[in-house]
């Protein structure tokens, strides 16, 4: 029988010290694709992806840059892609932030080896100006019902701060029940000091990364339509939902329009991971949403936007706990209980 999913790739912030040496662990019948992307590296004169998953020693200064990071995440989800089994048939693919670079390879609308050249030439321009920085803040609560109030506070203080003389902040990624800011130091800060410390974890800095999907950003879009040309992209194999919740259709999609959200709107506008996932769900009814590794943090914004989809009529965590001791609705590959339900 078979099962159909919607496939969510990850994004930056994914392949942390636990995930050293996942490529190894997971993909040895996969070396033929990792050695492929290992040329492309070397080309470049850049370490390759095979030496730096196999490395003795994680450090966050350097496995947090858009340099490193980026490529290894891409390897290893697109080799978790190829190993799905069987009797999973995907009907649309979506993922979060730099995951859309991700999702446009596994979805076919890129080549694995362009996928690949697409995701280091922006890790590459993204850590070469590293223009701004992001922090990470909860606005539902750990019930995780809904709170519109609540979030319509935090943005407006957002926007508040945004207004000031010397101040840069904007929304970055609407993640579940998490608010990414982007913003430059002074912005950063004054959002820092307006709001409650929550659990001694936030409002959280994120290491090495830049004021990502923010008009901050033209700079490096602007490189990066550069580089990357319109002929790389061809109509996709598989339905994408992209980080406005719209689906480009295979056999329907104008790839300059793709070419243009890809290097333009989704680098410099807010990118709302929630709405891509409320789409995936309300329009493809899968039977599984699966999360490819590396890491599994993804899966509890994916749980989260799905009780604020109130998909099966979940409305809070407790909601989805019980889909989800029912019937297993999400599956996360980086999880070593999970990962076998669907390799």
């Not at 990792?34 to 020693?57: C, M, N, P, Q």
């Not at 989809?309 to 590959?333: C, H, N, P, Y």
Request: aromatic share 8%.
């Amino acid at each position: 029988m078979t099962r159909k999913a919607v496939l969510i790739c990850p994004g930056r912030g994914t392949y942390n010290a636990d995930e050293l040496g996942y490529l190894g662990r997971h993909h040895g019948a996969r070396a033929d694709m990792i050695a492929r992307f290992d040329a492309i590296r070397a080309e470049a004169s850049w370490e390759t992806v095979t030496a730096l998953d196999s490395a003795e020693k994680y450090s966050v200064a350097r496995y947090s840059r858009g340099d490193v990071a980026s490529p290894l995440i891409y390897a290893c989800s697109l080799a978790d892609t190829a190993a799905l089994a069987d009797d999973i048939e995907l009907v649309a693919v979506t993922g979060n932030s730099m995951g859309w670079y991700l999702a446009l390879a596994a979805g076919g609308a890129l080549t694995p080896e362009d996928g690949f050249r697409v995701v280091d030439t922006m890790g590459g321009l993204m850590q070469e100006h590293l223009i701004g920085g992001q922090l990470v803040y909860p606005w539902l609560g750990d019930d995780w019902r809904t709170d519109k109030a609540r979030k319509a506070e935090l943005l407006a203080l957002v926007e508040d701060i945004n207004a000031r003389d010397g101040q840069t902040l904007h929304l970055s990624i609407d993640l579940g029940g998490m608010l990414v800011l982007a913003g430059d130091e002074a912005g950063l800060k004054a959002y820092e000091a307006a709001v409650p410390p929550i659990g001694g974890r936030f409002p959280m800095r994120l290491a090495n990364h830049a004021a990502f999907h923010t008009q901050l950003q033209e700079p490096v879009a602007e490189k990066g339509r550069a580089a990357l040309p319109a002929t790389l992209f061809s109509q996709p194999e598989k339905p994408l939902v992209d980080g406005r919740g719209s689906v480009w259709w295979p056999h329907a999609t104008d790839t300059q329009a793709l070419w243009r959200y890809t290097f333009g709107t989704q680098v410099c506008e807010p990118y709302d991971f929630t709405a891509a996932i409320r789409t995936a769900a309300r329009e493809f009814a899968p039977d599984l949403f699966i999360v490819t590794g590396p890491g599994a943090t993804l899966g509890g914004a994916v749980a989260q936007s799905l009780v604020l989809a109130e998909w099966r009529g979940m409305t809070d965590k407790a909601g989805f706990e019980a889909v989800q001791d029912e019937i297993g609705l999400l599956v996360s590959m980086g999880r070593a209980d999970q990962r076998g339900r669907v390799t």
